[in-house]
């Protein structure tokens, strides 16, 4: 699976054939089919495997924070993390929402994530009763600006390097630095917005 979400990611979901992700991962491809049964559910697999139950990961943030504004900034460097560890998958997760002919993955995904959305909702609304948050909060909307961001960070590192003077910076220094100023960023964006 993680061949294959590699390949999707660099050539192109309908550029990649079960041939080529066989061919990379040194497997039959007769097995891959066996397995998955067709590239659309072997995409499927994928996208199980790596969408990220909240609901799953709230009881390890109930004990890392006390507040709703807590545990929204804590599932913020949650993503951001996950983002930077797995830019492949979103990688393939943009090409496909881009994508017309993919409607029936899109779908599948979207299904596992109305269940993250109605849990963020359930914490933007305890919030905004606790009076933490701004009552007139569109959930969709911020979950649209904060996941557009994270994502526009991590598929411009070379930009960010380049306007910030960064270029000889060691990978894995940079890195670190420009997850700690996302999750900054983020963390005052969130603050502006539902004040």
Not at 3 to 11: D, K
Not at 28 to 57: C, H, P, Q, W
Not at 158 to 176: G, H, I, T, W
Request: glycine share 2%; proline share 2%.
């Amino acid at each position: 699976m993680e061949c294959a979400e590699r390949l999707f990611s660099e050539n192109g979901y309908a550029e990649t054939s079960i041939r080529d992700i066989a061919k990379h991962a040194s497997v039959n491809s007769a097995m891959i089919s066996y397995y998955f049964g067709s590239k659309e559910k072997l995409v499927k697999a994928i996208l199980d495997y790596r969408t990220t139950d909240l609901d799953k990961l709230l009881p390890t943030l109930h004990l890392q924070s006390s507040s709703n504004l807590e545990h929204i900034m804590a599932i913020i460097n949650f993503y951001i993390d996950k983002v930077f560890e797995q830019k492949h998958f979103y990688k393939l997760l943009y090409q496909l929402q881009a994508s017309d002919s993919q409607a029936s993955l899109m779908e599948h995904f979207n299904t596992m994530r109305h269940r993250n959305h109605y849990l963020l909702k359930s914490i933007f609304e305890a919030g905004a009763a606790a009076g933490e948050f701004d009552p007139d909060i569109d959930v969709s909307l911020v979950t649209s600006t904060l996941t557009g961001s994270i994502n526009h960070i991590v598929f411009n590192q070379a930009y960010y390097r380049d306007v910030n003077d960064l270029k000889k910076m060691p990978e894995k220094k940079f890195v670190a630095l420009l997850k700690e100023r996302s999750k900054a960023h983020l963390h005052k964006l969130v603050l502006a917005m539902i004040h």
